[in-house]
């Protein structure tokens, strides 16, 4: 099985930054895209990043210029380097990989979730 495994939330105050980590570990056999998602109280998990093996970024439009996604590929590794934290900016942040995993039976790509870390920006 594949662990995804949060760490780097906390409380901030407004205008401050914070850097979340995820590595993933088990039996990858190579992972594809990587990426952020966020839940806020009463919300929907939107996506807040997502970067591909080869490096290419998308962003949600409330992030831009203020997030940036990056990626160990050798640590099976992803970050989040958050800037000009806001208040709306408060949710549980998610990882979420896209795996190619070793089974008994060969490989199979499958989708895999972190257990959320809490971010919380006061005003």
């Known amino acids: 099985q594949v662990q995804l495994v949060e760490s780097g939330g906390g409380l901030v105050q407004a205008g401050g930054s914070l850097r979340l980590s995820c590595a993933a570990s088990?039996?990858?056999?190579?992972?594809?895209?990587m990426g952020w998602y966020r839940q806020a109280p009463g919300k929907q998990r939107e996506l807040v990043a997502v970067i591909t093996s080869g490096g290419s970024t998308n962003y949600a439009d409330s992030v831009k210029g203020r997030f940036t996604i990056s990626r160990n590929n050798a640590k099976n590794t992803v970050y989040l380097q958050m800037n000009s934290l806001k208040p709306e900016d408060t949710a549980v942040y998610y990882c979420?990989?896209?795996?190619?995993?070793?089974?008994?039976?060969?490989?199979?790509?499958?989708?895999?979730w972190g257990q959320g870390t809490q971010v919380t920006v006061s005003s």
């Open positions: 979420n990989a896209d795996c190619l995993v070793a089974t008994s039976w060969g490989f199979e790509t499958n989708d895999y």
């Open positions: 088990g039996s990858i056999f190579s992972i594809n895209a």
